[in-house]
């Protein structure tokens, strides 16, 4: 079954520094990976995603995620934090065998930017 | 595009009154979802549909719960009979299959408050 994980609830940084969301993720073939942010009251947004090629993906915002087939992991980085980068963040994973869409979210990870 | 359009955005009723949440997709995408999101249980994939026939429901808590999709931009999520424990946010999103843009848009969410 696939899964996915984000081992912080919470990450504090400050405005300026360099910022890392963790994610990693369990499934059976090849997944397809994305990260969405979520605003206060709002629905989610999609940031990036990585479904084949380079393993360093660039989205939106400034923010970026590596692949790492070996340790499964989809971490999402940003090298110097706004504190309008301040939300909820959801790493997915879907397993792209079979035409399936179905797409499993993580229990997200609320960051903190303090100016 | 005015993207995903869910309506209401707020719903306060009392336990045992029937439900009906809309969601209106993104025009020409051929893929919807029904999520909730609680602090509990984070966002959780209820239903989706492929050219308005349900894939896979396995997520509907219980046979309260039902979802309809009657044409490609109309869709349904009624509960009957609304219980306490069903308060929560219910987000829409819709996504279109070929060239690898499986990236969902979400709808500004349903806020349900069951008394």
């Known amino acids: 079954a696939q899964s996915v994980a984000q081992p912080e609830d919470q990450v504090n940084v400050a405005e300026g520094n360099p910022l890392t969301v963790k994610c990693t993720y369990s499934v059976s073939g090849n997944p397809y990976l994305f990260w969405y942010v979520q605003y206060p009251n709002r629905g989610l947004q999609f940031l990036l995603k990585?479904?084949?090629?380079?393993?360093l993906v660039k989205g939106s915002y400034g923010f970026e995620a590596e692949f790492n087939k070996s340790q499964t992991s989809f971490h999402l980085k940003k090298p110097s934090a706004l504190v309008s980068d301040s939300a909820l963040y959801f790493c997915?994973?879907?397993?792209?065998?079979?035409?399936?869409?179905?797409?499993?979210f993580g229990a997200g990870t609320r960051l903190f930017v303090k100016a | 595009d005015a993207g995903v359009i869910q309506s209401p955005r707020h719903e306060v009723t009392e336990m045992g009154q029937e439900v009906t949440l809309r969601c209106k997709p993104i025009s020409g995408h051929d893929y919807l979802f029904w999520y909730r999101q609680t602090m509990m249980r984070g966002l959780e994939l209820l239903i989706y549909?492929?050219?308005?026939?349900?894939?896979?429901d396995s997520g509907m808590p219980e046979d309260r719960f039902s979802a309809k999709m009657p044409n490609a931009s109309f869709s349904t999520l009624k509960i009957q009979p609304s219980e306490p424990r069903d308060s929560a946010v219910y987000f829409c999103?819709?996504?279109?299959?070929?060239?690898?843009?499986?990236?969902?848009?979400f709808g500004p969410g349903t806020r349900l408050l069951v008394l």
């Open positions: 997915a994973v879907r397993d792209n065998r079979a035409g399936g869409f179905k797409t499993i």
């Open positions: 549909f492929n050219n308005n026939v349900p894939i896979d």
């Open positions: 990585y479904i084949t090629g380079d393993n």
């Open positions: 999103a819709s996504t279109i299959t070929g060239g690898g843009a499986q990236t969902q848009y």
